[in-house]
């Protein structure tokens, strides 16, 4: 603690001392009277004890709590006196010279350090000291002989106040001890100046800086960090002291330095940051969004990037050359929302029929992760391809292509394309076209036909050595095959065509073998036997799909009427017993009429699903597309098995997205892909369960689903959960014959589209169905391809 507070109550602790040496004194001549013995001893006893009693009475009497060592033991010898209630001290020596536990850190780091001194080397203190308590006590250390003491006494008053002085500037002295250390430890320069801007105080880095050796140079000398002197510090920032940024040599080497100055007592502190990693950052990252820009510039790709307070941030020349904008409006960063707006005024975009329902739809890629592709048919005739992505710093990038040429040019590739395969169909030659490397590429089915061919085989690009050995085994002159294999091999600089005869049991072939200028080798093979025996064959063929066409139509007219029919009759009888026309049942016939209806009706829905495969397999199952609006199927379908969930304590939910209204489809059949769904997971799940069942769009398609929280499908049937037939029992549950999910996938497919199962054991069963908003072959229906 302050030794002048210590200095000034020495004299009370020379005069504590000079008590306790009288009071031994005393003591030890009582002791040397009594063994004399005699009157005048007794007299001087009792002298000696009265003044004895008169100092332990003083001693007593003030608050003080005494702590005496003898020799070298840790703990006291002995602990007197006591405080009296005017401070709070530990009762247990070991306690009271655990000084932690009762001190403050700073007061219990002085007085153990003075104790040791006070043991060791016998120097005395008087410090001030503070407890945990917050109450300032005198600490006095003395020897006298072989002993140590200890002596703590209670402040007040004008003491207490001077002692609290002592210690808070003992605190606030250590502190600036600390701090000083710190600064003078720092990684980067570190100043104090006076009023006058003259340098008081640098740290060692400051020093190094300057290459200088020592900081009380650097002082001396009012040495400056280059560029720092000619700073207007009245320019300084306000809130961060910042001068600005220098460059100085430090080390060998230039350094970029932020240099800041901030007012304090009696001047200001300053300090630099190093900041040459930042500045050369900063650079390369200029160096690289010029050379990015320069390149984006160069793409024929419109490019937009907006922030994510949906400005528009960065566009490049492709973007401005796209749409008919001025380009000093675009380069005062719009909104995304005001160029769509001025977009639609010049009737850039896809016509609306929504227009803000359609602009808010476009302003939520900056609320969604996904990136999100869209085709815009413009009113001038162009088609763009717009791709919207996120952008890694926030907002979103838009990427507009001009697709008109290549989608035009593409749709006449595969028109060209279509008409070419469609002729090589359907000519009477067989066709061949052979590679360079001798391997089969084209084929039409002609030549497959000639020639007896699997078509497996030839899409497998087999060598006209493996056609040759083949064909010469149909042919009847086996040479031939070597004269066509020859014109595709030969390797002469001059290749021309080759004509030839091959007889094939009763056909006689012609064929031509003509070098193309890529290397390639068209073969022909014209069948030049008889025409009409050509005729008949092919009107033979034509009669029996014909007749195979009736069987097939007679064979589903005869099951519907036949089975169909009977079951109506029945399903009717057993309905009239029901309501009472034969007059009135009881309980236990009732209960027969209930089977019987439920019965027949299950065998009516299994005929139907029977009927509806075979039509499907056959190709005689037509869609009935209409525009069917979802929210009211679905609500239909859960409408008319009420009853049965009803009957399962069953709770469904109907889960429908806000951008789902329409979609083209046959409403008959896709109510039935539901009801057969729903009639699953109602039989699937236990009593009190609940249901899912809803529609949301994505990607242009429609996903309807139906889930439930039964006992779910273990993973090695879901393969076959499918197909036709395939039933999996549930004991003391449903079971069907298996073709609910056979028809839904029927059905599905036959809509073109797709439908998908996830189940897991105890949790539960979801099947996704998923259609094109459009319907099935949409390219092909111009009515029905309008947004659904």
């Given amino acids: 603690m302050d030794a002048g507070f210590g200095s000034s109550l020495a004299g009370d602790g020379v005069a504590l001392i000079a008590v306790l040496a009288v009071t031994?004194?005393?003591?030890?001549?009582?002791?040397?009277?009594?063994?004399?013995g005699g009157k005048t001893a007794g007299q001087r006893i009792a002298d000696l004890e009265a003044r004895l009693n008169e100092a332990e009475t003083a001693i007593a009497a003030e608050a003080h709590v005494l702590v005496i060592w003898r020799g070298k033991s840790a703990l006291p010898d002995r602990v007197l006196g006591s405080m009296h209630g005017a401070a709070t001290l530990p009762e247990s020596p070991e306690a009271l010279i655990a000084f932690p536990s009762w001190l403050d850190r700073d007061s219990a780091l002085a007085l153990a350090d003075c104790l040791r001194d006070l043991r060791q080397h016998?120097?005395?203190?008087?410090?001030?000291?503070?407890?945990?308590?917050?109450?300032?006590?005198?600490?006095?250390?003395?020897?006298?002989?072989?002993?140590?003491?200890?002596?703590?006494?209670?402040?007040?008053?004008?003491?207490?106040?001077?002692?609290?002085?002592?210690?808070?500037?003992?605190?606030?002295?250590?502190?600036?001890?600390?701090?000083?250390?710190?600064?003078?430890?720092?990684?980067?320069?570190?100043?104090l100046r006076g009023t006058e801007g003259k340098l008081l105080w640098v740290n060692q880095c400051y020093a190094a800086a300057v290459d200088?050796?020592?900081?009380?140079?650097?002082v001396g000398q009012g040495t400056e960090l280059a560029g720092r002197a000619a700073m207007d510090r009245t320019a300084a920032s306000v809130t961060t002291g910042c001068l600005g940024r220098i460059h100085a040599v430090v080390s060998g080497s230039m350094r970029a330095l932020d240099v800041f100055e901030v007012p304090v007592s009696g001047g200001t502190a300053g300090f630099a940051i190093d900041m040459t990693v930042l500045e050369n950052a900063e650079k390369e990252l200029d160096?690289?969004?010029?050379?990015?820009?320069?390149?984006?510039?160069?793409l024929d790709t419109a490019i937009a990037i907006f922030g994510s307070d949906q400005r528009l941030r960065f566009h490049n020349a492709a973007y401005a050359e796209l749409w008919p904008i001025d380009s000093d409006w675009l380069d005062s960063h719009p909104p995304d929302a005001e160029i769509l707006d001025r977009l639609r005024n010049q009737r850039c975009i896809p016509e609306q029929a929504n227009y803000r329902e359609w602009r808010a739809k476009q302003l939520t890629a900056y609320t969604t992760i996904e990136p999100r592709e869209d085709w815009w048919h413009l009113p001038d005739g162009r088609t763009l391809h717009v791709v919207c992505e996120q952008h890694p710093f926030g907002g979103v990038t838009y990427l507009y292509e001009?697709?008109?040429?290549?989608?035009a040019l593409e749709s006449r590739y595969n028109e060209l394309i279509g008409v070419q395969r469609e002729t090589l169909d359907n000519l009477e030659e067989g066709i061949a076209l052979l590679g360079s490397d001798g391997r089969l590429k084209l084929y039409n089915p002609a030549f497959a036909q000639f020639w007896q061919l699997d078509p497996e085989?030839?899409?497998?690009?087999?060598?006209?050595?493996?056609?040759?050995q083949h064909g010469s085994q149909l042919a009847t002159d086996s040479s031939s095959w070597d004269e066509v294999r020859y014109s595709v091999t030969r390797l002469d600089a001059e290749r021309k065509p080759?004509?030839?005869?091959?007889?094939?049991?009763?056909?006689?072939?012609?064929?031509?073998?003509?070098?193309?200028?890529?290397?390639?080798?068209?073969?022909?093979?014209?069948?030049?036997?008889?025409?009409?025996?050509?005729e008949r064959a092919l009107r033979d063929r034509a009669d029996a799909l014909e007749a195979a066409d009736r069987l097939k139509n007679m064979f589903l007219s005869n099951v519907s009427y036949e089975i169909r029919t009977p079951l109506t009759s029945i399903l009717g009888f057993a309905e009239g017993l029901q309501i009472g026309l034969a007059g009135p049942l009881t309980a236990k016939q009732q209960e027969y009429v209930r089977d019987i209806r439920r019965s027949s009706t299950d065998l009516k829905t299994i005929i139907d699903a029977i009927i509806d495969l075979t039509a499907i397999d056959a190709g005689a199952l037509e869609l009935k597309l209409e525009h069917v609006e979802v929210t009211s199927l679905l609500e239909s379908v859960a409408e008319k098995l009420a009853n049965q969930i009803d009957e399962r304590d069953l709770t469904l939910n109907i889960e429908v997205g806000a951008d789902v209204n329409a979609f083209v489809a046959d409403a008959k059949r896709v109510e039935q892909i539901l009801s057969n769904l729903l009639s699953n997971a109602i039989g699937f799940s236990d009593r009190g369960a609940t249901i899912r069942m809803g529609a949301k769009k994505t990607r242009g398609q429609l996903q309807l689903w139906v889930s439930d929280q039964g006992r779910g499908i273990e993973p090695e049937f879901q393969k076959q959960a499918f197909d036709r037939f395939q039933s999996r029992p549930v004991p003391g549950g449903h079971r069907g014959p298996g073709l609910g999910l056979a028809i839904?996938?029927?059905?599905?497919?036959?809509?073109?589209?797709?439908?998908?199962?996830?189940?897991?054991?105890?949790?539960?069963?979801?099947?996704?169905?998923?259609?094109?908003?459009?319907?099935?072959?949409?390219?092909?229906?111009?009515?029905?391809?309008?947004?659904?």
């Fill in 122 to 191: 016998g120097t005395p203190f008087n410090i001030a000291i503070k407890s945990l308590g917050g109450e300032l006590l005198e600490a006095d250390g003395r020897t006298a002989g072989g002993l140590a003491t200890l002596r703590f006494r209670p402040l007040a008053g004008e003491r207490r106040d001077i002692a609290a002085l002592a210690h808070e500037a003992h605190r606030l002295g250590k502190q600036v001890e600390r701090l000083s250390a710190v600064l003078d430890a720092a990684p980067l320069p570190v100043w």
């Fill in 744 to 788: 839904v996938k029927s059905f599905v497919e036959l809509h073109e589209g797709q439908v998908s199962l996830l189940s897991k054991i105890n949790q539960g069963t979801t099947v996704l169905c998923t259609f094109p908003l459009d319907g099935p072959g949409a390219a092909q229906r111009p009515d029905m391809r309008k947004t659904a």
């Fill in 287 to 298: 160096r690289h969004i010029k050379a990015h820009t320069s390149t984006l510039n160069k």
């Fill in 457 to 468: 085989v030839l899409e497998a690009q087999p060598h006209i050595e493996e056609l040759a």
């Fill in 24 to 36: 031994g004194a005393f003591i030890l001549t009582r002791r040397m009277l009594r063994r004399w």
């Fill in 212 to 218: 200088a050796q020592d900081p009380d140079v650097v």
């Fill in 402 to 407: 001009n697709v008109t040429d290549e989608l």
């Fill in 498 to 534: 080759v004509t030839g005869k091959i007889d094939v049991s009763d056909h006689v072939l012609q064929f031509v073998a003509v070098p193309l200028p890529d290397g390639n080798t068209l073969l022909t093979f014209a069948d030049i036997s008889d025409s009409a025996r050509m």
